[in-house]
């Protein structure tokens, strides 16, 4: 959910259209909890779509759950320190990265999904590290705001895997 909600905010800050909707439901109790982002340099007709262009995959149950909606020619980014399987699909493009180890390098286990992040952006520049840092300042308050810059540090190593 994060992860979605920094992309979005960032988008605002990147001065495009953009939305977050989170889906929690019964998911809380041990499901898949995900969300949905649109960010568009165009206004924005619906904040859901069946069909997605890209999907980050943090768990094994997501993997399953989405892995057929996203769109031919799309982006999968999976986080393999959780998922130990392949996509089924050849028609997409996947972005593998081992982000519990990148995170550990840089001494916080807790700050995997910025590194997936990162790999996300440095496949699809949907928006820019500068939009981030800034949607990381206005979440990241109070005790919080000193781990900004762990967490850009994170999501550079992320983009670099890629790279």
Known sequence: MLIGQILA??????????TWLPSYGPEMRGGTANCTVVVSDE?????????????IVMNIPSLLKFEKEIQPGG???INTSVVDRDTS???ISVVK???NSVAEKLGNLKVANMVVLGAYLGRAGTVTLDGVRKALEKKLTGRKAAL????????????????
């Open 97 to 99: 990265i081992d982000a």
């Open 75 to 77: 982006l999968m980014v």
């Open 43 to 55: 206004p924005i007709g619906s904040p859901i779509t069946n069909t997605p262009n890209e999907l």
């Open 9 to 18: 905010t960032a988008g605002m800050f990147d001065n495009k259209h953009t």
């Open 148 to 163: 900004v810059d762990l967490n850009i540090r994170a999501i550079e190593e992320g983009m670099k895997s890629v790279k």
């Open 89 to 91: 699909r050849n028609d």
